[in-house]
């Protein structure tokens, strides 16, 4: 079903509803427009963006937008922090293989690429703990005093994303009429980001899902600021990817976990042993960028060679160097 948002009186709301999100004093945003040089290895460089009239989030696309429209892809963020470039390389990576890419968060601070073989920095680790009795799992902090406290990014701002594109597309006064197909859409996050993917992947909309270090707390409640638990996992409804550290990764466990109890969909688990931050921080996002690309072509675009990378008992990451596969789809 075609969803019409094509007016400027939804524009008005919208941008109304984005000056409500709090910024942050710690990390000044950076100007409107474009951000850094065009990068990624894939066939359009791509770019990211900082919008007037989306300003609470970051925008990752080509810098020649193509002919074909663009796939749309939501990303959250690990910590659930509001920075919206604290994955830069990652995301421009991907959507210079032709998505268009809207990170939660506003344009702050870009990290530094590192080599592979470098120190890796201190990971944004998962959501906080709901009380300190339960344990802490991945450094997140305890939650504070005020239990009404929400997150820096929250799920709602996912679908104030897909508004946001589905306005944009259709209003006859933007340069993006037309140039998104608002019928494959994905959605993705980190850690803390990778929980409102697991909330917000059940909008009907959403066709599949990428879940990088995260899962689900194997507690009641769910153990966490984004109101996620179990039963959200029978909410999924399109193939669905986890994406992990490995053992030294603390959402190792929990994905495991989710990935068990998902019968109804598709549903892939591979892990490197790269910890909880995996490879963000290495140029163009290092082997975790090119997981995505690969997953994102096979559900999105139809791919059936990137689709070998995951299926079957011969799949491409059951025999690649330093890939563990638990879970895989049926061809």
């Known amino acids: 079903m075609r969803i019409h948002y094509g007016t400027k009186a939804l524009i008005s709301c919208l941008l109304a509803g984005l000056s409500?999100?709090?910024?942050?004093?710690?990390?000044?945003?950076?100007?409107?427009?474009?951000?850094?040089?065009?990068?990624?290895?894939?066939?359009?460089?791509?770019?990211?963006?900082?919008r007037e009239d989306l300003r609470s989030h970051t925008i990752y696309?080509?810098?020649?937008?193509?002919?074909?429209?663009?796939?749309?892809?939501?990303?959250?963020?690990?910590?659930?922090?509001?920075?919206?470039?604290?994955?830069?390389?990652?995301?421009?990576?991907?959507?210079?293989?032709?998505?268009?890419?809207?990170?939660?968060?506003?344009?702050?601070?870009e990290p530094v690429p590192r080599s592979p073989n470098a120190a890796p920095p201190r990971p944004a680790g998962p959501p906080p703990a709901a009380s300190q009795s339960r344990g802490q799992i991945g450094g997140g902090g305890a939650l504070p005093e005020d239990p009404t406290e929400t997150d820096a990014t929250v799920v709602a701002q996912m679908d104030m994303a897909l508004a946001w594109a589905y306005a944009m597309n259709e209003l006859t006064?933007?340069?993006?009429?037309?140039?998104?197909?608002?019928?494959?859409?994905?959605?993705?996050?980190?850690?803390?980001?990778?929980?409102?993917?697991?909330?917000?992947s059940a909008d009907p909309r959403v066709k599949t899902s990428m879940i990088f270090a995260s899962g689900v707390y194997n507690v009641p409640g769910g153990m966490s600021r984004v109101k996620v638990n179990k039963f959200d996992l029978h909410a999924l409804h399109g193939p669905t990817a986890y994406i992990t550290g490995g053992p030294t990764d603390q959402a190792h466990p929990n994905a495991l976990d989710?990935?068990?109890?998902?019968?109804?969909?598709?549903?892939?688990?591979?892990?490197?042993?790269?910890?909880?931050?995996?490879t963000f921080s290495q140029p163009n996002g290092g082997d975790w960028a090119k997981v995505a690309v690969n997953w994102l072509d096979w559900q999105l675009k139809g791919d059936s060679q990137a689709g070998e990378w995951f299926l079957g008992e011969d799949c491409g990451y059951c025999s690649a160097e330093d890939w563990n596969v638990e879970f895989k789809p049926q061809g």
């Open 20 to 50: 409500g999100w709090a910024t942050s004093a710690d990390q000044p945003l950076q100007p409107i427009g474009l951000i850094g040089a065009p990068a990624g290895t894939g066939q359009f460089e791509a770019v990211a963006e900082s």
């Open 61 to 109: 696309r080509p810098a020649e937008m193509p002919d074909t429209p663009l796939p749309v892809l939501i990303w959250g963020n690990g910590g659930c922090s509001d920075n919206g470039l604290s994955h830069a390389g990652f995301l421009r990576e991907v959507a210079s293989h032709g998505y268009y890419i809207i990170a939660l968060g506003y344009a702050r601070s």
């Open 258 to 278: 989710d990935a068990s109890r998902i019968k109804h969909v598709p549903v892939f688990l591979g892990w490197s042993p790269v910890g909880h931050g995996g």
């Open 173 to 200: 006064s933007s340069e993006l009429q037309g140039q998104l197909d608002m019928t494959r859409i994905a959605v993705a996050g980190h850690s803390c980001g990778g929980l409102q993917t697991i909330k917000f």
